[in-house]
């Protein structure tokens, strides 16, 4: 009776100190290694948060098109701007709307602007159910900005209240490279949530997943990222030290955080916790912002000095 009592309390004092020092038990009949118990609503929860983040920071970022309608004289315009394009490729832009009388005219001009550089007119061509024109392609990380105007009977709009939208050229970047680092990165934000909210059990244990989270965010942040930076833009790595590149810098900080998180990870269930936060900073940033820009004077691509809406108010 009492060597089961004792073996009762020392278990019991085990698992209280696992609340600090993670799955190290004493005790060799309760122990990660046997930990068999799983729980399939964590992984269900760490889905949906990281589709939650995933679709944040789709229409966050800088270079999800701009969608809107406007009416004039009773005309209903309809109207999605890109913000980003290939190089060298020509932007089309497509209106719909059709009217007695409607004309539209598209204004565009390199961004950012250049002393003494006007912006471009040229009026829209009518087709069928609406107007379509099209911008001239830009060298890789080159910028246009653009708006439309709409007249008809004397009276004039502005498409989007006038505010332009800047597009970003970009160079093509292979379709499985892409989507191979899109999975890579996901899945390692996926795997970063998972290990936080194993780290929050009290018998959680979390030291398995840390490896595989440090592990995947780093194919998918130091390898595949910098592939796709250089087909895009012609440069491996624009962030710290480097340069100023936010997408860059702040997967750089991510991997450094679930490296320290690896080392600590058989010592404190707060450093994988940090690096799960710091792991959802990360992605409530968005995507592309101070990112890789043309600097037209020059002819070097350089990185973007502010941080900009998705539209400017500039006349």
């Not at 061509?125 to 910028?143: C, H, L, N, R, Y």
């Not at 970009?170 to 795997?191: D, N, R, S, Y």
């Not at 018998?203 to 965010?217: S, Y």
């Not at 409530?284 to 890789?292: K, T």
């Amino acid at each position: 009776m009492e060597i089961s009592f004792s073996l009762r309390v020392t278990r019991h004092v085990s698992r209280i100190d696992s609340l600090t020092t993670g799955c190290i038990f004493p005790d060799p009949e309760y122990n990660c290694s046997m930990h068999k118990k799983t729980h399939p609503w964590l992984w269900l929860l760490a889905f949906l948060l990281t589709l939650l983040l995933a679709v944040y920071q789709r229409l966050s970022g800088p270079t999800y098109p701009i969608s809107g309608q406007e009416t004039i004289t009773g005309i209903i315009i309809q109207y999605k701007f890109s913000r980003s394009w290939t190089s060298g490729s020509e932007l089309p832009i497509h209106i719909a709307g059709a009217g007695p009388g409607l004309e539209l005219r598209l204004h565009y001009r390199r961004f950012p602007y250049s002393s003494g550089e006007k912006w471009t007119k040229t009026a829209m061509e009518k087709i069928e159910g609406g107007f379509e024109a099209a911008i001239p392609g830009q060298s890789p990380a080159g910028k246009v900005a653009y708006k439309v105007e709409a007249a008809v009977k004397g009276k004039r709009i502005w498409l989007n209240r006038g505010q332009p939208v800047v597009a970003r050229f970009k160079g093509e970047v292979p379709t499985a490279l892409l989507i191979f680092h899109v999975i890579f990165m996901f899945a390692g934000l996926l795997l970063a949530l998972r290990t936080g909210l194993e780290a929050l059990r009290r018998d959680g244990c979390w030291q398995k997943l840390v490896p595989w989270t440090l592990a995947v965010t780093s194919v998918g942040g130091l390898i595949l990222g910098p592939l796709v930076q250089k087909y895009a833009f012609g440069a491996y790595w624009t962030g710290f030290p480097l340069g100023g590149d936010l997408t860059d810098s702040k997967t750089l900080f991510a991997v450094l955080f679930w490296l320290a998180a690896f080392f600590m990870r058989k010592k404190s269930r707060w450093w994988p916790l940090a690096a799960t936060v710091l792991m959802i900073t990360v992605y409530l940033i968005p995507h592309s912002m101070l990112g890789s820009e043309l600097n037209y004077q020059t002819g070097k691509i350089e990185t973007a000095k502010e941080v900009r809406g998705s539209t400017l108010k500039i006349k």
